[in-house]
């Protein structure tokens, strides 16, 4: 068979027409495409210039084989970056010059920066978190007043809603706290085995790792542990009810959202926070206890017994009360974020952010306080 022919591009070409009443016509005719101007356009750009300099003249592309947009922008340029008056062309060449004919966007006007935008956006900062901690104010109400309402009326106590939430924020969260408490212990430990090595005293390990751990880390550490964990998800969870309109459900059927979503899980966290504590505790005390014997030959029968001496009973009973303290204010915070989510993913991931945040920031902010207040409790 023989080859086919190589299809030929119909050169651009510019014709001017002068009529009876001396109006000049310019007819373009072929093929006004970047492939077939690349060899003319030297040539045909001045004689485009020339053409639309001239007065009272009219455009004619009906000849137009085919165009793209470099063929009309030539052209459009060549016009002044306006439509020609007078031109004439084919229906389906009508959307290229359409879209260059639209208004361009004007520039924006860059305002002077003000002197005053740092007081601007600190006032900004202080009226969010004035905001802020009104909402939470009033949610806090809301559940005395429902905490009141079920005193009165035990039979409206939601069990199962407490319990689930108990499971979901101790039960499950053993293992984590487990592992990262018994890693602290064993860091603790050594580097602390590593200074009183120096003084030859050994001993003291007891004391430094019984007073930090159950005083300071254990009850910060499960706190950040499940602001982390257990508030990201009850944050998310209120997020995803209002994205599905779920709230808006329990509203319309006249169901309090503090009564049935806010409460159990505050009553939930303060319940689950303190038996947390102590688990971290003990794990991080066994991991201590491990390490000291290992760097300093302390057995574990001496730990054991000595830990008693060493650490005043007041300093448990106060690392247990800024377990409940830390499992309301997460529970709080976590719910007062999620109820501000916006029905969408945008929001729901901002929220939840926010609500980490914001939590493990307040529990480290009321530990200073417990330190301030507590200073000369359980420190013989």
Not at 41 to 56: D, G, I, K, V
């Amino acid at each position: 068979m023989p080859a086919p022919a190589t299809q030929t591009i119909p050169a651009p070409d510019l014709r001017q027409v002068i009529a009876s009443d001396g109006t000049r016509r310019f007819e373009l005719s072929g093929a006004w495409t970047l492939r077939a101007l690349r060899f003319r356009l030297t040539e045909l750009a001045p004689r485009l210039a020339e053409c639309a300099a001239a007065p009272s003249s009219q455009w004619d592309l009906r000849g137009v084989q085919a165009i793209d947009h470099a063929g009309a922008m030539l052209l459009w340029r060549a016009w002044g970056r306006r439509r020609a008056v007078d031109l004439v062309l084919k229906p389906e060449h009508e959307s290229l010059f359409g879209d260059l004919d639209l208004p361009a966007e004007p520039m924006p006007v860059h305002a002077r920066r003000d002197p005053l935008r740092l007081l601007v956006f600190l006032g900004r900062k202080l009226l969010s978190v004035l905001n802020h901690l009104t909402a939470v104010v009033a949610i806090l109400g809301q559940v005395v007043l429902d905490t009141g309402f079920l005193v009165r009326q035990p039979a409206r106590i939601p069990w199962r809603e407490i319990s689930s939430n108990i499971y979901r924020t101790g039960t499950q969260a053993l293992g984590i706290t487990a592992l990262v408490g018994f890693l602290i212990g064993v860091v603790l430990s050594y580097l602390s085995s590593q200074q009183l090595k120096l003084f030859g005293a050994d001993a003291f390990i007891v004391n430094i790792l019984g007073i930090s751990v159950i005083r300071e880390l254990g009850p910060v550490l499960a706190a950040i542990l499940v602001a982390g964990r257990s508030g990201s998800a009850i944050t998310a969870q209120l997020g995803v009810m209002r994205v599905t309109q779920e709230l808006d459900a329990m509203a319309v059927m006249g169901i309090p959202h503090t009564l049935r979503l806010i409460l159990p899980k505050m009553l939930a966290l303060a319940v689950s926070m303190p038996l947390i504590v102590l688990w971290t505790d003990a794990i991080a005390l066994l991991g201590g206890m491990v390490a000291a014997h290992a760097e300093l030959g302390i057995g574990y029968s001496y730990f054991l017994s000595s830990l008693p001496d060493a650490v005043p009973i007041a300093n448990l009973w106060l690392g247990l009360g800024k377990g409940v303290v830390f499992g309301l204010l997460i529970a709080l915070v976590a719910c007062h974020f999620g109820l501000r989510i916006e029905p969408n993913t945008e929001s729901l991931g901002i929220g939840t952010t926010n609500s980490v945040v914001t939590s493990i920031t307040v529990v480290i902010i009321v530990d200073a306080v417990f330190a301030i207040m507590f200073k000369d409790v359980g420190i013989s």
